[in-house]
T-cell receptor, first 112, second 112 residues
Framework: QKEVEQNSGPLSVPEGAIASLNCTYSDRGSQSFFWYRQYSGKSPELIMSIYSNGDKEDGRFTAQLNKASQYVSLLIRDSQPSDSATYLCAVRPPGGSYIPTFGRGTSLIVHP | EAQVTQNPRYLITVTGKKLTVTCSQNMNHEYMSWYRQDPGLGLRQIYYSMNVEVTDKGDVPEGYKVSRKEKRNFPLILESPSPNQTSLYFC???????????FGPGTRLLVL
């Protein structure tokens, strides 16, 4: 059973702080990892994808992957109220299967 | 504009009355998927398609049908809807071998 676990939150951080969102996965052979942002009532939109161990930075966002620990995280620097949303972690298993498994999401609240 | 469209966006129906939710993409994507999203359960895949006439079950296919007669369209059919199919439905598409999924705006379905 493929599982992707996220803390449902809400995670509350003050404006300007670093928000840290975490995700663990059960399928050790997974190769592709994604973070989506979803505003209430809207569709998910991709923020970051990461495939190799280490860090990947894009603007205020940094994705971190540790395959040995089966752990992927998303850091949001200088958090803004507009970052308030649910963040979904998705993991694509190995073997060519197209089916990504989504975590249940972490709700982030950035307060002024 | 590259996009995934879904219709209708909102639908209220009664138990047993067949309905179809349409999904169309204009990006020439090969892969298309249907998800449902329920509070506390996250995104769960219903069906996916890797190309015309090629479809496969996701994690929660019971009570749903799909067809892929054209590359751009991937309708979701509920032949006999039941109240437990009340949910928010998303269609998504991506290039073959590409990782990023583009989501439609969602269809909110209420089955009475």
């Amino acid at each position: 059973q493929k599982e992707v676990e996220q803390n449902s939150g809400p995670l509350s951080v003050p404006e300007g702080a670093i928000a840290s969102l975490n995700c663990t996965y059960s399928d050790r052979g997974s190769q592709s990892f994604f973070w989506y942002r979803q505003y209430s009532g809207k569709s998910p939109e991709l923020i970051m994808s990461i495939y190799s161990n280490g860090d990947k930075e894009d603007g205020r966002f940094t994705a971190q992957l540790n395959k040995a620990s089966q752990y992927v995280s998303l850091l949001i620097r200088d958090s803004q109220p507009s970052d308030s949303a649910t963040y979904l972690c998705a993991v694509r298993p190995p073997g060519g299967s197209y089916i990504p498994t989504f975590g249940r999401g972490t709700s982030l609240i950035v307060h002024p | 504009e590259a996009q995934v469209t879904q219709n209708p966006r909102y639908l209220i129906t009664v138990t047993g009355k067949k309905l179809t939710v349409t999904c169309s993409q204009n990006m020439n994507h090969e892969y298309m998927s249907w998800y449902r999203q329920d509070p506390g359960l996250g995104l769960r895949q219903i069906y996916y398609s890797m190309n015309v006439e090629v479809t496969d079950k996701g994690d929660v296919p019971e009570g749903y049908k799909v067809s892929r007669k054209e590359k751009r369209n991937f309708p979701l059919i509920l032949e006999s809807p039941s109240p437990n199919q009340t949910s928010l439905y998303f269609c998504a598409s991506s290039f073959s071998g590409q990782e990023t999924q583009y989501f439609g705006p969602g269809t909110r379905l209420l089955v009475l």
